[in-house]
């Protein structure tokens, strides 16, 4: 008895740090969606500000009813589909289901970058328009063996002769399926569904390749909207927590009322079952209406756009640009004065983008980089800037005209401009020792194990090279291998972290004293944490400039035109370049940035250098390129 | 029986559109040299020749299938006695754990990470926790426990999940039995419980294995960047280096690993579980 009662305070303190386990992080979530600064790690202050930014966004609330009606689609059928083939196997011939098997491992154990690569470039022969299908098909075809691998053991571990007796005793197949097997297995199914929907729900990759045309999830949207930490998707998950509560509270308080109402009278019974009923169906209806609101939504836009597609052929424009690069009413006041509807879609990177580009997907407006502006000039990806469309033209700064990778500006319309260099902490690291040092600081031991570096390899790359002297261009093998020397050394006596975009919110809490920073994203650091300074190093940096381009099978190409001067006014880039904090390209709202006194004029990381003679840009090299990520990898696993 | 096998063909059919034509364009993208010119293959082995000759590659390859395999033993041994322990709690208990053990899942694996990175910081609530005691701060962050941390939590829902289906519904007469045949409670479990849960355990360690490979983000995240996985190497190839190739190749040379080691794990699965029977 004693015994009994001491396994039950063991099995007690078990579940209790389990679940302390499990809802620490979530509670942290909370917590922060509350928070009033822009960091998801230090708190400052109570605020309601995330949930109004995110009920403001539309594409937020659209994003969620896209993730809840796909996964719920894709877990019904995933379940069906891989019980009904599990239960099929255990009386197939063993090659059948090795073959099953085997297949069904891959979803599971390949990346996720490998599954969306061959999916993307399978819909791209089949030539279909990607969206709300595309991905739909793309979950259940890897939610199903997540179904299977939970369904088989439950019927492994299943009396074979359990469905011969059932047969024997008169039932069909189907009634022995329904009334013998599955009442069996229920276990398996259940946690099959569940993992089936985790699965379709925390989906990025796989569903950022199969999907466009503006279906996004919410996993979409969480992995753009960490590009500029914006704590948001704190508030975003906190409602889904929420919501998710509440829809299981509901299913599961109705038995346990019943079972308090005692032994139910058959008429109870009746009004249960049909409470079950009205259960079922209010969540059908649920489901129908956020796929047909999303679809008549936009209906009933496209009746007010009568008069732009007239003018411009159609009222659509589908633009393609990094995440969080666009100020906050940019896209509405467009839409507003030219009675067109924008969907916008965001890339992580240039890479990412030419991917999509190479599998055919069109867009009307795309932002890459020079050096892949210089690839899709190459790769006779565009179409000519038609330069009596864009009057605007007239407003761009001196410093943006006539850059390296399209001189004549024949192809591309600035967008933002910026460098590279290094935020630090004034308070623990001597201006005038960085300054000195420029990029060898990354050499000196005194910071071991305070610094961040960007893991990127161009990036890397360029500060060795500018460090040694060299152009950040070379493809001199010598040269390759001192740089490598440089980061290897830097790696292995500095033992740096590297990092991608957590690097803004660590710097933002002053977790380290050096980072390598982009000139935007360390303005946005110098604005929030006053400790922080900005320097471009005196041997030379990387300029930068992203520029707006139209793809040769752009669907609407007047509107493009149309979009690209708009950006170009006063208005739009001013809340473009207030909003991101990267260098206008317009030259009225530079000015007034970078000399206003409540704008950036004392934020040193605003303005990049122009003209100075060390700083180089990129030039497009794709051999290079992997050399240099294979040098890269080294320098990262080899210590 | 016949019905019951014709069950399966539209399965087969579905996987073989949808999973092996897609894979077979990566198993192309493996066995050709790189150009621009797509019509043209020119087959070559020199991918697979370029990472099997870099002893840094076949690091990073040990590496991912070391941290997988630690993440799974430790899911295997944390995830066990969890499991076991709700499913003894009585029917309603037992379902409502089971869903606050899920629900964390549908949170975004990216946020979940971010939390993390916060929790375990030397100023966060951890280290905080630890001070009250006189302890620390002890460095969490960017370590091999805060990498294996975040595993365990992202994957060990999976495998409690697995190994929970198999104890659920588990024939009590069977139990019975065994008491009313004098074996005791640990005997019980070893003998009886242990192996008829076991087709659980083995597809629970299939689906923390198999993902733990091919993670990349909580690595990233929580290790700074210095854990170069195998994923990681992969992910960049695709998306920083541009070349397909390399990258379809070394996801081969993955899968062609993880298929054997799976292989032989369901294969001392079936003779265990035929020596139980017997």
């Known amino acids: ?330 896209i509405s006041n467009f839409e507003k004065e030219f009675g067109v509807s924008v969907i916008v879609e965001n890339f992580d990177s240039n890479e990412m983008m030419y991917t999509k580009l190479q599998a055919g997907d069109a867009y009307d407006v795309l932002v890459p980089s020079d ?38 500006g024949k192809w591309s319309v600035p967008y933002f401009w910026g460098s590279v260099g290094l935020v630090y902490n004034h308070e623990n690291v001597d201006p005038a020792v960085i300054k000195e040092k420029g990029w060898d600081i990354l050499h000196d031991t005194d910071y071991a194990g305070r610094v961040y570096v960007y893991d990127s390899e161009r990036d890397s790359f360029m500060m060795a090279f500018k460090a040694l002297g060299y152009s950040m261009n070379t493809d001199d093998p010598a040269q390759i291998e001192a740089a490598y020397e440089w980061l290897r050394q830097m790696n292995n006596t500095m033992s740096p972290i590297y990092v991608t975009d957590e690097v803004i919110d660590s710097m933002i809490n002053g977790y380290q004293d050096i980072a390598v920073v982009y000139s935007g994203d360390a303005t946005v650091i110098l604005d929030e944490n006053e400790d922080m300074s900005f320097l471009m190093p005196d041997e030379g940096t990387n300029i930068w400039c992203d520029a707006m381009v139209i793809p040769k099978n752009a669907e609407n190409p007047k509107l493009a035109h149309e979009f690209i001067n708009y950006m170009l006014t006063y208005e739009a880039a001013f809340d473009n370049s207030e909003t991101v904090g990267y260098a206008s390209p317009n030259a009225e709202v530079l000015e007034e940035m970078s000399t206003q006194e409540d704008l950036y004029a004392e934020n040193e990381a605003y303005l990049p250098r122009s003209g100075y003679e060390r700083d180089e840009m990129f030039h497009d090299n794709v051999t290079l390129q992997r050399e240099l990520s294979k040098y890269w990898i080294r320098v990262k696993a080899e210590s | 029986m016949k019905q019951f096998r014709s069950m399966t063909y539209p399965y087969v059919a579905w996987i073989s559109v949808m999973i092996v034509v897609p894979m077979l364009l990566i198993v192309l993208y493996a066995f050709t040299e790189s150009g621009n010119d797509v019509l043209t293959f020119r087959f070559t082995l020199d991918n697979f020749a370029r990472f099997v000759t870099d002893r840094v590659f076949l690091a990073v390859l040990w590496r991912s299938l070391c941290i997988a395999l630690i993440t799974t033993v430790i899911c295997v041994l944390l995830g066990y006695p969890i499991a076991y322990v709700i499913a003894q709690l009585p029917g309603r208990g037992n379902t409502i754990m089971i869903l606050l053990i899920t629900m964390p899942t549908w949170v975004n694996m990216l946020v979940r990470t971010y939390a993390w990175m916060g929790i375990l910081q030397d100023e966060g609530v951890l280290n905080g926790l630890l001070s009250v005691f006189g302890i620390g701060p002890v460095p969490m962050i960017h370590t091999s426990f805060a990498v294996i941390l975040g595993m365990v939590y992202n994957f060990i829902p999976f495998m409690i999940l697995q190994i929970h289906t198999s104890l659920d519904k588990m024939d009590k007469n069977l139990l019975n039995a065994a008491a009313d045949l004098g074996a005791d409670g640990l005997h019980t479990f070893l003998r009886v419980t242990l192996p008829l849960s076991l087709p659980g355990v083995i597809s629970g360690i299939t689906l923390v294995f198999l993902p733990a490979v091919s993670s990349f983000f909580i690595p990233k995240l929580l290790g700074g960047g210095q854990y170069v996985l195998v994923g990681n190497v992969i992910e960049s190839q695709f998306l920083t280096s541009g070349d397909w190739n390399f990258g379809s190749a070394i996801s081969l040379i993955m899968a062609v690993i993880i298929m054997l080691s799976m292989y032989l794990t369901r294969k001392a699965d079936v003779s265990v579980a035929s020596a139980g029977k017997e």
């Not at chain 1, 502006?373 to 009596?388: F, K």
Request: hydrophobic fraction near 50%; charged fraction near 15%.
């Open chain 1, 371 to 408: 050096y892949m502006i210089e690839r899709l000039i190459a790769g006779n990806y565009l179409q000519p800037i038609d330069h009596s469309l864009v009057p605007n033209l007239n407003n761009l700064a001196d410093a943006v005209v006539g850059l390296d990778y399209d001189v004549d």
């Open chain 1, 1 to 330: 008895m004693n015994e009994a009662k001491r396994s039950g305070v063991g099995s007690k303190i078990i579940l209790i740090l389990t679940l302390a386990f499990f809802y620490l992080p979530i509670l942290y979530i909370v917590i922060f969606s509350f928070n009033d600064s822009r960091s998801l790690t230090k708190f400052g202050g109570f605020s309601l500000r995330w949930y109004e930014k995110m009920f403001a966004d539309s594409t937020m609330m659209e994003a969620v009813g896209y993730t809840v009606a796909i996964a719920l689609l894709a877990t019904v059928i995933s379940t069906i589909v891989g019980t009904v083939t599990a239960i099929g196997l255990t009386k197939s011939r063993r090659i059948l289901t090795a073959f099953v098997e085997r297949v069904n491992d891959l979803p599971v154990m390949n990346p996720d970058i490998v599954t969306a690569i061959s999916l993307l470039m399978f819909f791209s022969v089949l030539a279909v328009r990607k969206g709300f299908l595309t991905m739909l098909l793309a979950h259940i075809m890897f939610c199903v063996p997540y179904v299977m691998l939970s369904v088989t053991p439950k019927l492994r571990s299943l009396d074979p002769n359990l469905i011969e007796a059932a047969m024997d005793l008169g039932a069909t197949p189907m009634q022995a399926l329904t009334r013998v097997i599955v009442p069996q297995i229920r276990p398996g199914i259940v946690s099959g569904a569940l993992i089936a929907f985790t699965m379709s729900f925390d989906d990025f990759v796989i569903s950022y390749f199969a999907t466009g045309n503006g279906v996004n999830n919410i996993s979409i949207l969480v992995y753009t909207m960490s590009k500029r930490v914006n704590p948001s998707i704190n508030a975003l998950s906190t409602i889904v927590i929420l919501l998710i509560t509440l829809a299981l509270g509901i299913v599961n308080l109705v038995p346990i009322l019943r079972e308090k109402s005692g032994a139910p009278s058959g008429a109870e019974r009746g009004v249960l079952k049909r409470r079950r009923l009205v259960l079922a169906s209010v969540a059908g209806i649920l489901t129908l209406a956020i796929v047909v609101g999303v679809a008549s939504g936009s209906g009933s836009v496209r009746r007010r756009q009568q008069a732009a597609i007239e003018k411009y052929g159609s009222a659509v424009l589908k633009l393609y640009l990094p995440g969080e690069y666009l100020g906050e009413n940019v």
